[in-house]
């Protein structure tokens, strides 16, 4: 079955960096896009960023793009969530998620990891 | 950006009621709307695609219908299991996918 387990949440301070990452199993890991989408404490959902199944493409919410970058290893089944320049407003549970759907891209996220929470703080 | 926006916000129903929830795009997304179910502490699940198509496992009372700007989740005969936050997403503009806000479904 799909297995997506995302890491490396923690507690950062304002301005600093930090890199998620998520390893999937179960299924053909590069056949896939992959999504970032974040929840902060008693908020919905965001969506954060996707890159595409070969990694040719990315995108970014406004509020997050030229801080964070979204990418991904196919030779390790790894999805990672570069983050920068971190803020308060930053601070979520933050879920990977893969995308399926058809050739032109529009995607719904059909399975999601459990995932991992950052604390942006000082 | 298309903006979603759902409701009501909060809903409080009986086991057995039948709940619809309305999810309405700020311009026209076709058919390319999914919706979440999620429970306090856990990641969402993901229940409907392309507005109407139930994912393999989801029980049959739930149930998807609309296009273009208007759409609406039913729960034929709510459940114990059921009572969560449910969300819809756009998925029409791959480059940009939001959320709705959520809503509550509460036991009355």
């Known amino acids: 079955q799909v297995q997506l387990v995302e890491s490396g949440g923690g507690v950062v301070q304002p301005g600093r960096s930090l890199r998620l990452s998520c390893v999937a199993s179960?299924?053909?890991?590069?056949?896939?896009?992959m999504l970032w989408v974040r929840q902060a404490p008693g908020k919905g959902l965001q969506w954060v960023a996707v890159i595409w199944y070969d990694g040719s493409k990315e995108y970014y919410a406004d509020s997050v793009k030229d801080r964070f970058t979204i990418s991904r290893d196919n030779s390790k089944n790894t999805l990672s969530l570069q983050m920068s320049s971190l803020t308060a407003e930053d601070t979520a549970v933050y879920y990977c998620?893969?995308?399926?759907?058809?050739?032109?891209?529009?995607?719904?996220?059909?399975?999601w990891g459990q995932g991992t929470l950052v604390t942006v703080s000082s | 950006d298309i903006q979603m926006t759902q409701s009501p916000s909060t809903l409080s129903a009986s086991v057995g009621d039948r709940v619809t929830i309305t999810c309405r795009a700020s311009?026209?997304?076709?058919?390319?709307l999914a919706w979440y179910q999620q429970k306090p502490g856990k990641a969402p699940k993901f229940l409907i695609y392309?507005?109407?198509t139930l994912e393999g496992g989801v029980p049959s009372r739930f149930s998807g219908s609309g296009s273009g700007t208007e759409f609406t989740l039913t729960i034929s005969s709510l459940q114990p299991d059921d009572f969560a936050t449910y969300y819809c997403?756009?998925?029409?503009?791959?480059?940009?996918?939001?959320f709705g806000q959520g809503t509550k479904l509460e036991i009355k």
């Open positions: 179960g299924y053909t890991f590069s056949s896939y896009g």
């Open positions: 392309d507005a109407a």
């Open positions: 998620a893969r995308c399926r759907g058809d050739s032109t891209g529009r995607c719904y996220f059909d399975n």
């Open positions: 311009q026209s997304i076709n058919k390319w």
């Open positions: 997403q756009q998925y029409n503009s791959y480059s940009q996918y939001t």
